[in-house]
């Protein structure tokens, strides 16, 4: 009896000492994470302080997301043989130069994605993947400081798509005016005197026209999040039709070596392109810029992301 009583003396007090031992090791594993928190503000702010100094700063982060299936059999559906697949690409890398008296700032916006669904069934369905998003932008901007926070500036912006219908439409935008920079995660460029430049075999509605250019980038580093906010406006002087803006908002946050989660949308509204739709794709030759529905052009992607 008493070695029985002493045998489960020692096997409680072995559990207890397992459950201290693991609730010191959780202890000193929140310290730890909290510790590493606490390193990586100190890291991110010591980079805020190396960007302000003069010279390049290089960086990009995008979103990478695939979804691959196939079904053999699957009678509970209505297509029990097929094969789908979405993939999406987007990269929002940047390269700027900061110097005593001047900046330059060069980025870019690119979103590509290919979607398919294969009905083994129909032998005349379309088996490849086809495009589905195609955004290209690309800005560089070259100002002249007055001030702290103003600088005379010159502007060069180019949008178009890449894998359909590359620069058909294709927009140029030339302009000079004056850059405000607030604080260093906000650039505002006002060009009161801008020509954008329309490239498109469609001549009887696209057309270039002298305008207003207005674009305004937000782009900041939270902790582990990553924000990049881009919005770019024309105003025509011509004619309100001939005006357009796209707003483009792309979220990443690290989980793990710099693999993380992202997010990325924008709007867009565009007058041609939606009378070019409505005439050369819906076949609609009473379409006018009176009469045509220009509804908001929106587009989304959610996926794995990688910041550089």
Not at 8 to 21: D, K, P, R, V, Y
Request: proline share 2%.
């Amino acid at each position: 009896m008493k070695k029985t009583l002493l045998i489960c003396a020692l096997f409680m007090g072995f559990i207890s000492l397992n459950a201290q031992t693991k609730e010191e090791l959780e202890a000193l594993k929140s310290q730890k994470e909290d510790s590493i928190s606490a390193l990586q503000s100190e890291v991110d702010a010591l980079k805020k302080q190396i960007d302000k100094f003069p010279g390049w700063s290089y960086g990009a982060f995008g979103t990478i997301g695939a979804n691959l299936s196939e079904f053999s059999n699957w009678y509970a559906q209505g297509t029990p043989n097929n094969s789908a697949g979405n993939v999406t690409i987007t990269v929002n890398p940047y390269a700027k130069l900061n110097r005593e008296k001047y900046f330059w700032y060069n980025t870019a916006n690119i979103n590509l994605s290919w979607v398919k669904f294969d009905d083994k069934d129909d032998p005349i369905d379309d088996d490849d993947f086809r495009q589905a998003t195609d955004v290209f932008t690309i800005t560089s901007l070259y100002g002249y400081k007055i001030s702290k926070t103003l600088a005379a500036s010159t502007l060069g912006e180019y949008r178009t798509t890449l894998l359909n219908n590359f620069n058909d439409p294709g927009y140029l935008d030339l302009g000079i005016g004056i850059t405000w920079t607030p604080i260093s995660d906000l650039v505002v460029v006002v060009h009161p005197l801008n020509y954008n430049i329309v490239f498109s075999d469609e001549k009887t509605i696209f057309d270039s026209s002298l305008g207003a250019k207005i674009v305004a980038n937000y782009a900041k580093s939270i902790g582990k999040l990553k924000i990049n906010s881009n919005l770019s406006m024309f105003q025509s002087y011509k004619s309100s039709n001939l005006s357009n803006w796209t707003w483009t908002n792309a979220f990443g946050y690290e989980v793990w070596k710099g693999i993380g989660l992202g997010f990325e949308f924008g709007l867009r509204d565009n007058k041609q392109e939606a009378l070019n739709y409505a005439i050369n794709t819906e076949g609609d030759t009473n379409a006018t810029f009176d009469n045509v529905d220009n509804d908001l052009q929106t587009y989304w992607t959610f996926g794995l992301s990688y910041a550089f």
